[in-house]
C-alpha cells in the first residue's frame, strides 16, 4: 500500500506533463524563460551577464520542487555534493572540494564551501530552517569565490538570499502531512507599520518519526524536531537610506543518528557479523544518543546611497550552542557483548562580523567595482568526550578535550570591471585577508588504561598561528551577441590553516596545519535562443590546489588533519532551461568531473597520488519537466525530478568499503491552486525509487566494519497552503 501511495505521486505528475502535448497544442501565447536576477558579484545582476558559473533557485522554484535543505539544492546542482556527518554537520563539497569531516568535529578548522544568509558567514552550528527564510532565492557560486566574499570560499559558497520587508500586507501559512507521522507547519508574514516602516515574520515547526530503528533500545532514532522564528524590520528614513534590522532563532532537540554497521563476513570467520542485523535501516546501539541546537543570530544592514555610490554595511552577531551524543560504534564479539565506542560534544560559538563597501561607478557607466573591509571574531568553546567499552576483559576507557579557539580574520578588497568596448568587459580583483587562531586544548584521561585515544600522557597545552593571502580574480567577458555571453577567468582561494581537533599527544595537538589555497581556469559561455525560449549554459575549468588539507581517521584514537596533498581537477557543467510551449518547462544539466591527487603520500607505506578526490562523482545528471496550465479557472501543476549520479568515495584511499555507488533519485509534485489564487493543495513524493544513499562512511580497519548513516528514505505527504 505505501509503495503504490508513494509512486502514485509520481505517475501523477507524470500524466500531468504528458497531457501536455496534447493541450499545449491549443496554447497560442509565446513561451518565454524568466529572467533571475542574482547576487553573484554582491550586486544585483542578471544571471545571463554574470561572468560566474552559478545556479540560482528562485523561492517559486524552491516550492515547486520541495526543497527544504542543501541535500535537495545538491542533487539538482551540478558539481556540488552535499552529505552529513548528523543533522548538523553537513559535508558540502562543490567541484571536489570539501571538508572531509563535519566543521562542528574540529574547533581548530572551517569549511571548504561555506555558507552565507543574507551576507553573514554561517560559520558554525548551520542555517535556520528554509522554509521560515521567506526567501527570495538561493544561489550557489562554483569553485573559489576569493575576492568578494568573506572567507574561506576556496571551493565556492551557497547564498540565502531572504525578501526584504516590503510596504504590503501579506501572509502565508502552510501545513503537511507525510509518511513516518511527518507534521509541518509554517507561516510567514509582512505588513507596512507606517509608509516608512515595514515587519516581516516567520515560524515554521518541522517534525517526524525516526527513519530507522535502535533494535537495542527499541526506538526509532533519526527523527526531527525543528522549531525556526524569524523577525526582519526595515526602516526607510529617507529616499537614500535603507535600514534591515533581523533575527532569527533555531530550536532543535531529537534523538541522535547512530551508525549503521556493515560487517565483513569474511573477516575472523564471521564472528563480528554475529548480532548486526543486516536491514540498512536498523542499528545496533546501547544509547540513541541525542542532538541538541540553539542558534541565535542578529543583523543589521545599512544601504546608503551616496553621491559616489551605494555604501553597505552589514553588522551581525551569531550565537549557538551544539550539544550532541553520537554512538557512532557498536560492534558485537562473542554476542551479546558489545565493543562500544561514543562520542558527545558540548559546544559554544560566538561569532560577530563586520563588513563594509562601496558599490561605485564612472566613465559614463564604463566602470563599476567595489572596494570594502571585512572583520570576523570567533571565539569556540568545545568539549568532546570520548568513551570505549571492551566487554571481555571489561574495560571502559574516557578521555575529554576540552577545546578553546579564538579565531580573528581581517580582509580589505576591491574589484572593478570596465568595459572596453560596447561588448567587452575587462575586471580586476584582489583580496588581502589576515587571519590569526589561538587555542587552548586538554586532553586527559578521565578512566581506563589510556583508551581512548592511547594518549601518549595527558596534556595541556597552547598554540598560535597566524597566516595571511593574496587572492586576485582576473576576468575578460565578451558579449558576442544579445544572447551570448562569452567569459575567461582566473581566480585564486585560499582556505585558512587551523589546529586539531582531538590529538593523541601534545606535540601534535598544539602544532598548527597550514592554510590550502587553489588557482582556478574557467571560460564559459551564457546563452539564450529561440527567442528566450532557450538557456544553455556552459562552464569548462581547471582547478590546481597545494598543500591541501586531508582528514585521515586513526583507529582508536582521532582523525588527524595534515597539508598532505596537491591536486588538479577538471571539469565540465552544462545547464539548460527550455520552454517550448507556454506552461512546459524542461530544466537540466550534466557535469563530468575528473579531480584526482597529483601527489599524496600518506605515511611510509600508503600513497594516495592519483587517486580520486572524496565526493567527486565523475557524471551527474539532472533531468525537471514541469507542467502548468489553467482549467476553468483552476491552476494545475506538475513536476518531476530525476537526478542521476556515478559512484563516489567517502575518502582517500579510494577503497571500495567507503564509496556510494551510482545511484538515481526520483522526485516528484502535483499541485492544484484554487481560482482566487489562495489554496493551493499538493502531493508530493521524494526519493521515490527508495535508494540507500549514505552520506558519510567511516571504516574501522582493525575490526573490518564501516559506519554509514544514510538519508532519508523514501518519503511521501501532502501539503495545504493558504495566501492571503
Given at each position: 500500500m505505501t509503495k503504490h501511495l508513494?509512486?502514485?505521486?509520481?505517475?501523477?505528475?507524470?500524466?500531468?506533463?504528458?497531457?501536455?502535448?496534447?493541450?499545449?497544442?491549443?496554447?497560442?501565447k509565446p513561451a518565454e524563460i524568466s529572467e533571475l536576477v542574482v547576487t553573484a558579484q554582491r550586486v544585483e545582476e542578471n544571471i545571463q551577464k554574470v561572468p560566474i558559473a552559478v545556479t540560482a533557485f528562485s523561492a517559486a522554484t524552491l516550492e515547486r520542487q520541495s526543497i527544504e535543505n542543501l541535500q535537495d539544492i545538491a542533487l539538482r546542482t551540478p558539481g556540488f555534493s552535499a552529505g552529513a556527518v548528523d543533522p548538523i554537520q553537513s559535508n558540502l563539497a562543490i567541484r571536489g572540494i570539501g571538508s572531509a569531516f563535519g566543521i562542528s568535529q574540529n574547533a581548530g578548522g572551517d569549511a571548504s564551501v561555506v555558507v552565507f544568509v543574507d551576507g553573514v558567514y554561517a560559520g558554525r552550528g548551520g542555517t535556520p530552517d528554509i522554509d521560515a527564510l521567506n526567501l527570495e532565492r538561493i544561489e550557489v557560486l562554483r569553485g573559489p569565490q576569493g575576492t568578494l566574499f568573506g572567507k574561506n570560499t576556496v571551493g565556492g559558497l551557497i547564498q540565502y538570499v531572504t525578501r526584504k520587508p516590503q510596504n504590503e500586507t501579506s501572509l502565508r501559512i502552510e501545513g503537511e502531512l507525510g509518511n513516518y507521522n511527518r507534521r509541518v507547519i509554517n507561516a510567514r508574514g509582512?505588513?507596512?507599520?507606517?509608509?516608512?516602516?515595514?515587519?516581516?515574520?516567520?515560524?515554521?515547526?518541522?517534525?517526524?518519526?525516526?527513519?530507522?530503528?535502535?533494535?537495542?533500545?527499541?526506538?526509532?532514532?533519526?527523527?526531527?524536531?525543528?522549531?525556526?522564528?524569524?523577525?526582519?524590520?526595515?526602516?526607510?528614513?529617507?529616499?537614500?537610506?535603507?535600514i534591515v534590522l533581523a533575527t532569527d532563532f533555531t530550536m532543535q532537540d531529537q534523538r541522535g543518528n547512530p551508525r549503521h554497521n556493515i560487517c565483513d563476513p569474511t573477516f575472523a570467520g564471521g564472528i563480528h557479523c554475529v548480532g548486526i542485523n543486516p536491514d540498512p535501516r536498523v542499528v545496533d546501539a546501547f544509547t540513541d544518543g541525542y542532538l541538541r541546537r540553539w542558534l541565535q543570530t542578529y543583523r543589521?544592514?545599512?544601504?546608503?546611497?551616496?553621491?559616489?555610490?551605494?555604501?553597505?554595511?552589514?553588522?551581525?552577531?551569531?550565537?549557538?550552542?551544539?550539544?550532541?551524543?553520537?554512538?557512532?560504534?557498536?560492534?558485537?564479539?562473542?554476542?551479546?557483548?558489545?565493543?562500544?565506542?561514543?562520542?558527545?560534544?558540548?559546544?559554544?560559538?560566538?561569532?560577530?562580523?563586520?563588513?563594509?563597501?562601496?558599490?561605485?561607478?564612472?566613465?559614463d557607466n564604463r566602470l563599476k567595482g567595489q572596494v570594502g573591509a571585512y572583520y570576523l571574531n570567533e571565539d569556540n568553546d568545545r568539549t568532546e568526550i570520548l568513551q570505549q567499552d571492551f566487554p571481555a576483559p571489561s574495560i571502559t576507557g574516557v578521555a575529554t578535550y576540552p577545546q578553546r579557539v579564538k579565531g580573528r580574520s581581517w580582509a580589505v578588497f576591491g574589484q572593478a570591471s570596465f568595459a572596453i568596448t560596447d561588448t567587452l568587459t575587462a575586471t580586476a580583483g584582489l583580496r588581502?585577508?589576515?587571519?590569526?587562531?589561538?587555542?587552548?586544548?586538554?586532553?586527559?584521561?578521565?578512566?581506563?588504561?589510556?583508551?581512548?585515544?592511547?594518549?601518549?600522557?595527558?596534556?595541556?597545552?597552547?598554540?598560535?598561528?597566524?597566516?595571511?593571502?593574496?587572492?586576485?580574480?582576473?576576468?575578460?567577458?565578451?558579449?558576442?551577441t544579445k544572447g551570448a555571453l562569452v567569459y575567461v577567468s582566473a581566480t585564486r582561494g585560499f582556505k585558512s590553516g587551523g589546529f586539531q581537533g582531538i590529538a593523541g599527544s601534545a606535540l601534535s595537538q598544539a602544532t598548527p596545519y597550514d592554510p590550502e589555497y587553489a588557482w582556478s581556469y574557467e571560460g564559459g559561455a551564457k546563452t539564450q535562443w529561440l527567442d528566450n525560449r532557450l538557456r544553455l549554459n556552459l562552464s569548462v575549468f581547471q582547478t590546481d590546489y597545494k598543500d591541501l588539507q586531508v582528514s585521515s581517521l586513526v583507529p582508536l584514537c582521532c582523525v588527524v588533519v595534515g597539508n598532505a596533498a596537491t591536486a588538479?581537477?577538471?571539469?565540465a557543467e552544462l545547464e539548460w532551461v527550455i520552454a517550448p510551449v507556454e506552461g512546459l518547462e524542461i530544466d537540466g544539466s550534466y557535469a563530468r568531473l575528473d579531480a584526482k591527487f597529483t601527489s599524496f603520500a600518506n605515511g611510509a607505506t600508503a600513497n594516495y597520488t592519483g587517486n580520486v578526490l572524496p565526493r567527486s562523482p565523475k557524471d551527474k545528471v539532472h533531468l525537471g519537466a514541469q507542467y502548468s496550465f489553467d482549467m476553468q479557472g483552476w491552476g494545475l501543476l506538475g513536476r518531476v525530478d530525476y537526478t542521476n549520479q556515478s559512484k563516489m568515495y567517502f575518502d582517500a584511499s579510494n577503497i571500495s568499503t567507503q564509496k556510494q555507488e551510482g545511484y538515481i533519485d526520483v522526485d516528484a509534485r502535483v499541485s492544484i491552486t484554487s481560482p482566487d489564487k489562495r489554496w493551493e493543495l499538493a502531493a508530493w513524493g521524494k526519493n521515490l525509487t527508495d535508494e540507500l544513499v549514505a552520506t558519510y562512511v567511516t571504516a574501522f580497519a582493525p575490526y573490518h566494519q564501516v559506519l554509514v548513516p544514510y538519508a532519508p528514505p523514501r518519503t511521501y505527504g501532502v501539503t495545504l497552503i493558504w495566501r492571503m
Open positions: 508513494a509512486y502514485g505521486v509520481s505517475r501523477l505528475a507524470l500524466s500531468v506533463a504528458i497531457f501536455a502535448a496534447g493541450h499545449a497544442a491549443a496554447q497560442t509582512n505588513t507596512p507599520i507606517s509608509d516608512k516602516v515595514f515587519l516581516s515574520l516567520g515560524a515554521s515547526l518541522k517534525l517526524h518519526d525516526g527513519y530507522e530503528f535502535n533494535e537495542t533500545t527499541h526506538h526509532d532514532v533519526d527523527n526531527e524536531d525543528l522549531k525556526t522564528v524569524t523577525a526582519a524590520l526595515r526602516l526607510l528614513p529617507s529616499d537614500n537610506l535603507d543589521g544592514e545599512v544601504n546608503w546611497t551616496t553621491p559616489i555610490g551605494v555604501v553597505t554595511s552589514i553588522t551581525a552577531y551569531r550565537n549557538v550552542t551544539l550539544n550532541f551524543k553520537t554512538p557512532f560504534f557498536s560492534n558485537p564479539v562473542n554476542p551479546p557483548n558489545e565493543i562500544e565506542s561514543t562520542e558527545t560534544d558540548h559546544e559554544k560559538d560566538k561569532q560577530f562580523s563586520q563588513e563594509v563597501r562601496l558599490a561605485f561607478g564612472g566613465f588581502q585577508t589576515w587571519e590569526k587562531k589561538d587555542g587552548h586544548f586538554i586532553g586527559q584521561k578521565v578512566s581506563g588504561p589510556g583508551l581512548p585515544p592511547p594518549l601518549v600522557a595527558n596534556y595541556d597545552v597552547t598554540g598560535s598561528k597566524s597566516w595571511n593571502a593574496l587572492t586576485p580574480r582576473y576576468a575578460l567577458d565578451w558579449q558576442a588538479r581537477i577538471r571539469g
